[in-house]
């Protein structure tokens, strides 16, 4: 079953506290990508990952760092929440060289920084 | 890397009518356009795509055009039902480069 698992779905934190957001896939897929989505503003590509320890920043990458240490998980990390980081937050993953750039997302991690 | 605007925003259509969103890229480079469907709480899911070797492709009452000398593409959804009230993204892709760039998003609603 082709799957990307997110957790925890729902979280508040206060401002200054470290934030974890981890995600899972069972399809083996190399590439994974971590997006915020914010009203007015689609999905904005935070980090990408190739493969374990291969990461690149995206367009939005201040403020929050990855960890891949296994294919299959790919953690979201924000040390020191701020409260313009309060979204909903999609992790996502695509298999490498495939024919199309069909990603397949979470159900999503919706943060909330006080 | 590549900007992707699209338009509009909101829409707002009556059942049974169509509904088009349309979308701009500016890297020539880019190969691969596909539309995604959020339904509000919900991740955002795979509708239609379309290659740049393609000028138009149809399914299921989807519709997606595609120029290439303009660089816009767009989505035209046939015969509109309260279903297919949602978020739809568009999205732009570069060969052999691994990013998705998304527009916006609009908003559409299909009124009874």
């Known amino acids: 079953d082709m799957k990307v698992t997110q957790m925890p779905r729902y979280l508040i934190k206060r401002m200054g506290e470290n934030v974890l957001l981890e995600c899972g896939q069972d399809?083996?897929?190399?590439?994974m990508y971590w997006y915020r989505q914010d009203p007015g503003l689609g999905l904005q590509l935070i980090y990408i990952s190739y493969d374990v320890d291969s990461n690149s920043e995206g367009d939005i990458p201040k403020g929050y760092r990855v960890s891949r240490k296994k294919r299959e998980h790919f953690s979201l990390i924000l040390d020191s929440a701020k409260t313009n980081q309060t979204s909903v937050y999609f992790c996502?993953?695509?298999?490498?060289?495939?024919?199309?750039?069909?990603?397949?997302f979470g159900e999503g991690s919706k943060l909330t920084v006080l | 890397g590549e900007q992707v605007e699209q338009l509009p925003s909101i829409l707002r259509v009556q059942e049974g009518s169509s509904a088009s969103i349309n979308c701009t890229y500016e890297n020539s480079a880019s190969n691969y356009f596909p539309w995604y469907k959020q339904e509000p709480g919900e991740n955002p899911k795979l509708i239609i795509d379309i290659r740049s070797n393609m000028e138009r492709k149809q399914t299921q009452g989807l519709i997606v055009l595609l120029d290439k000398k303009a660089k816009r593409f767009s989505l035209h959804i046939t015969d509109t039902q309260p279903g297919d009230s949602a978020m739809y993204f568009c999205a732009a892709k570069r060969a052999n480069y691994n990013v998705l760039y998304f527009g916006s998003g609009t908003k559409l609603t299909v009124e009874p």
């Open positions: 996502a993953s695509r298999r490498q060289g495939a024919n199309t750039g069909q990603l397949y």
């Open positions: 399809m083996s897929h190399e590439t």
